[in-house]
Protein backbone atom coordinates (compact mmCIF):
# COMPACT_ATOMS: atom_id res chain seq x y z
CA UNK A 1 0.00 0.00 0.00
CA UNK A 2 1.51 3.77 -1.01
CA UNK A 3 2.17 6.10 1.66
CA UNK A 4 -1.07 8.49 1.48
CA UNK A 5 -0.24 12.53 1.75
CA UNK A 6 -2.26 14.68 3.81
CA UNK A 7 -1.99 18.60 3.09
CA UNK A 8 -2.52 20.09 6.87
CA UNK A 9 -2.96 24.14 6.55
CA UNK A 10 -2.76 25.48 10.13
CA UNK A 11 -1.18 28.72 10.95
CA UNK A 12 -0.94 27.46 14.71
CA UNK A 13 2.64 25.82 15.19
CA UNK A 14 1.77 23.66 18.11
CA UNK A 15 -1.38 22.46 16.27
CA UNK A 16 0.42 21.80 13.43
CA UNK A 17 2.72 19.41 15.34
CA UNK A 18 -0.18 18.10 17.58
CA UNK A 19 -1.20 17.08 14.13
CA UNK A 20 1.72 15.94 12.68
CA UNK A 21 3.05 13.47 15.26
CA UNK A 22 -0.35 11.96 14.91
CA UNK A 23 -0.68 11.51 10.93
CA UNK A 24 3.01 10.16 11.06
CA UNK A 25 2.26 7.86 13.39
CA UNK A 26 -0.41 6.23 11.87
CA UNK A 27 1.90 6.26 8.40
CA UNK A 28 0.84 9.59 6.90
CA UNK A 29 3.15 11.62 4.73
CA UNK A 30 2.42 15.27 5.97
CA UNK A 31 2.69 18.76 4.21
CA UNK A 32 2.04 21.23 5.34
CA UNK A 33 0.81 25.02 4.93
CA UNK A 34 1.05 28.02 6.75
CA UNK A 35 -1.77 30.14 5.33
CA UNK A 36 -4.98 30.02 2.48
CA UNK A 37 -2.70 31.05 -0.41
CA UNK A 38 0.07 28.42 0.60
CA UNK A 39 -2.83 25.74 1.03
CA UNK A 40 -3.49 26.22 -2.42
CA UNK A 41 -0.26 26.40 -3.87
CA UNK A 42 0.53 23.48 -1.86
CA UNK A 43 -2.04 21.66 -3.03
CA UNK A 44 -1.88 22.11 -6.82
CA UNK A 45 1.96 21.15 -6.11
CA UNK A 46 1.49 18.05 -4.07
CA UNK A 47 -2.28 16.85 -5.27
CA UNK A 48 -2.43 15.35 -1.62
CA UNK A 49 -4.80 12.55 -0.75
CA UNK A 50 -6.62 14.52 1.91
CA UNK A 51 -6.87 17.78 3.15
CA UNK A 52 -7.14 19.41 6.66
CA UNK A 53 -7.95 23.20 6.38
CA UNK A 54 -8.33 25.24 9.04
CA UNK A 55 -10.72 27.50 8.67
CA UNK A 56 -8.92 30.49 10.15
CA UNK A 57 -5.99 31.15 8.25
CA UNK A 58 -3.85 33.99 7.41
CA UNK A 59 -3.88 35.69 3.83
CA UNK A 60 -7.05 33.65 2.91
CA UNK A 61 -9.79 32.09 4.68
CA UNK A 62 -9.74 28.14 4.87
CA UNK A 63 -13.27 28.80 2.96
CA UNK A 64 -11.87 30.60 0.26
CA UNK A 65 -9.18 27.87 0.05
CA UNK A 66 -11.36 24.88 0.18
CA UNK A 67 -13.05 26.49 -2.53
CA UNK A 68 -9.90 27.61 -4.70
CA UNK A 69 -8.77 23.97 -4.49
CA UNK A 70 -12.13 22.47 -5.47
CA UNK A 71 -12.40 24.17 -8.50
CA UNK A 72 -9.21 23.08 -9.70
CA UNK A 73 -9.88 20.20 -12.10
CA UNK A 74 -7.11 18.06 -10.51
CA UNK A 75 -8.12 18.93 -7.12
CA UNK A 76 -11.87 18.73 -7.46
CA UNK A 77 -12.14 15.03 -6.11
CA UNK A 78 -9.34 15.88 -3.30
CA UNK A 79 -11.45 15.00 0.24
CA UNK A 80 -10.93 18.01 3.08
CA UNK A 81 -12.21 18.40 6.34
CA UNK A 82 -12.31 21.72 7.84
CA UNK A 83 -10.93 22.56 11.01
CA UNK A 84 -13.54 24.36 12.81
CA UNK A 85 -13.10 26.45 16.15
CA UNK A 86 -15.36 25.13 19.30
CA UNK A 87 -18.68 26.64 19.77
CA UNK A 88 -18.71 28.55 16.10
CA UNK A 89 -21.87 28.35 15.00
CA UNK A 90 -22.43 28.25 11.37
CA UNK A 91 -18.68 27.27 10.22
CA UNK A 92 -20.09 23.89 9.36
CA UNK A 93 -22.70 24.88 6.96
CA UNK A 94 -20.03 27.67 5.82
CA UNK A 95 -17.91 24.78 5.75
CA UNK A 96 -20.16 22.34 3.56
CA UNK A 97 -20.55 25.42 1.36
CA UNK A 98 -17.28 25.79 0.19
CA UNK A 99 -17.23 22.46 -0.64
CA UNK A 100 -15.74 20.84 2.48
CA UNK A 101 -16.42 16.85 2.90
CA UNK A 102 -16.57 17.33 6.72
CA UNK A 103 -15.73 18.98 9.46
CA UNK A 104 -14.21 18.58 13.28
CA UNK A 105 -14.05 21.11 15.63
CA UNK A 106 -11.05 22.17 17.86
CA UNK A 107 -9.83 20.74 20.00
CA UNK A 108 -10.48 17.55 18.59
CA UNK A 109 -9.84 13.46 20.36
CA UNK A 110 -7.38 12.50 17.70
CA UNK A 111 -9.19 9.01 17.12
CA UNK A 112 -11.77 10.77 15.62
CA UNK A 113 -9.99 12.83 13.61
CA UNK A 114 -8.36 9.57 12.26
CA UNK A 115 -11.81 7.77 11.62
CA UNK A 116 -12.49 10.64 9.46
CA UNK A 117 -9.31 10.38 7.68
CA UNK A 118 -9.97 6.67 7.23
CA UNK A 119 -13.31 6.85 6.19
CA UNK A 120 -12.39 9.50 3.38
CA UNK A 121 -9.21 7.97 2.03
CA UNK A 122 -11.52 4.80 2.10
CA UNK A 123 -14.34 6.84 -0.09
CA UNK A 124 -17.33 6.00 2.54
CA UNK A 125 -17.40 9.59 3.14
CA UNK A 126 -18.18 11.18 6.89
CA UNK A 127 -21.07 13.40 8.12
CA UNK A 128 -20.72 15.54 11.02
CA UNK A 129 -19.00 15.86 14.14
CA UNK A 130 -20.53 13.35 16.02
CA UNK A 131 -18.65 10.79 18.25
CA UNK A 132 -18.24 7.72 16.14
CA UNK A 133 -16.04 5.71 18.40
CA UNK A 134 -17.10 2.78 20.26
CA UNK A 135 -16.59 2.36 23.98
MN1 LIG B 1 -6.00 29.28 12.55
Redesign the pocket.
Known sequence: MSVKTILNA???ATNRKIVRDLLEWHGYRVVEALDGVEAVELAQREVPDLILM????PRMSGYDAASAIHGDARLARVPIIAVTSFGMIGDEKRAYEAGCDDYISKPFRPRLLIQKIVRLLDGTGSCGDAEEERP
Request: no cysteine; proline share 0%; charged share 45%.
Open positions: EDNDIQL
